[in-house]
T-cell receptor
């Protein structure tokens, strides 16, 4: 079982819609959760971090964490064509705090 | 805005040659990392570095790899004898915090081993 799993996509949404990106993780000792955005040929860029159960909002982005279900999601409201990128879910664990484990990413395509 | 800078942006080398990839982390950051991404695959952790020593390394980071902070600004990754499978984008990252998740990545160094 992969440590961090994401649907590879592409997830295609029209401009202005809500994009919902999902991620599951296998290790219950995972303690911190992150969403990075990676444009094609570029480096990852941190979008959101979330550390406790519930929702965390930052502008058009909302991260949701459910530790019981080992599930983390990212909602992007009012999606824009510039949001088209690969979104990487990442976790780190209590016993390995220096190491970030990435999922393979979900490619998002926002259609104008 | 402060940023992590990496050089070279692209290096082509012959199998068996040594390669050094260089990084200048953000100046007030204390934790430094190397990650790599093989084309079309996920970002993989290689090594973390704090207080002039390796704090954690992955199974990928074998004896062919080494890291060094030769002065107060540079952070280097050396691959002693490159293999074809070392071809990848290598990302340097830094963080002000011990929690490894909020990373600032450089633009990457693409390594092509022929």
């Amino acid at each position: 079982q992969k440590e961090v799993e994401q649907n590879s996509g592409p997830l295609s949404v029209p401009e202005g819609a809500i994009a919902s990106l999902n991620c599951t993780y296998s290790d219950r000792v995972s303690q911190s959760f992150f969403w990075y955005r990676q444009y094609s040929g570029k480096s990852p860029e941190l979008i959101m971090s979330i550390y406790s159960n519930g929702d965390k909002e930052d502008g058009r982005f909302t991260a949701q964490l459910n530790k019981a279900s080992q599930y983390v999601s990212l909602l992007i409201r009012d999606s824009q064509p510039s949001d088209s990128a690969t979104y990487l879910c990442a976790v780190n664990k209590l016993d390995s705090s220096y190491k970030l484990i990435f999922g393979s990413g979900t490619r998002l395509l926002v259609r104008p | 805005e402060p940023e992590v800078t990496q050089t070279p942006s692209h290096q082509v080398t012959q199998m068996g040659q040594e390669v050094i990839l260089r990084c200048v982390p953000i100046s007030n950051h204390l934790y430094f990392y190397w990650y790599r991404q093989i084309l079309g695959q996920k970002v993989e952790f290689l090594v973390s570095f704090y207080n002039n020593e390796i704090s954690e390394k992955s199974e990928i980071f074998d004896d062919q790899f080494s890291v060094e902070r030769p002065d107060g600004s540079n952070f280097t990754l050396k691959i002693r004898s490159t293999k074809l499978e070392d071809s990848a984008m290598y990302f340097c990252a830094s963080s002000p915090l011990e929690d490894a998740g909020e990373l600032f990545f450089g633009e990457g160094s693409r390594l092509t081993v022929l």
